[in-house]
């Protein structure tokens, strides 16, 4: 059996619409120029090693520790380090002063106002009666 006319006619049809779907090259240089700078995101100024944009301070501050000599200063090598607690890489410990800290505030202005309005601010809620 041969080709039918609606064969061909599919087979056109399926490359006019794969033609519309592919980038453009200025969006194709766009995307690669996108990529190359989300790899180089991350560069230690030590050694001029690269990392890619996804990389966290836990993984920079290892490449500290690993690659160069002991008492390498962390933030000589990315700024991102500046704040960096190698004893708290996720930042936990910080997250829980400050709420506490918040926590504290919110019952000092409760207790000096008695104001309604603090108590709903911190999640109370009032209730009508039914008649």
Excluded: W
Excluded at 57 to 72: C, E, M, S, W
């Amino acid at each position: 059996m041969g080709k039918g006319s609606n064969v061909q006619k599919a087979a056109q049809a399926r490359e006019r619409n794969n033609k519309e779907k592919t980038k453009t090259p200025e969006e194709r240089a766009a995307a690669l120029a996108k990529a190359k700078k989300d790899a180089e995101a991350f560069i230690c100024k030590v050694c001029k090693q690269a990392f890619m944009v996804n990389a966290r301070p836990p993984v920079l501050y290892q490449h500290v520790t690993a690659k160069h000599p002991p008492g390498t200063d962390p933030v000589s090598c990315f700024d991102v380090l500046k704040d960096f607690d190698p004893n708290d890489p996720k930042g936990e410990k910080k997250a829980a002063e400050n709420a506490a800290k918040v926590a504290a505030t919110k019952k000092v202005a409760a207790k000096k106002g008695d104001d309604l309005s603090l108590l709903l601010d911190a999640g109370l809620k009032t209730t009508k009666k039914k008649a």
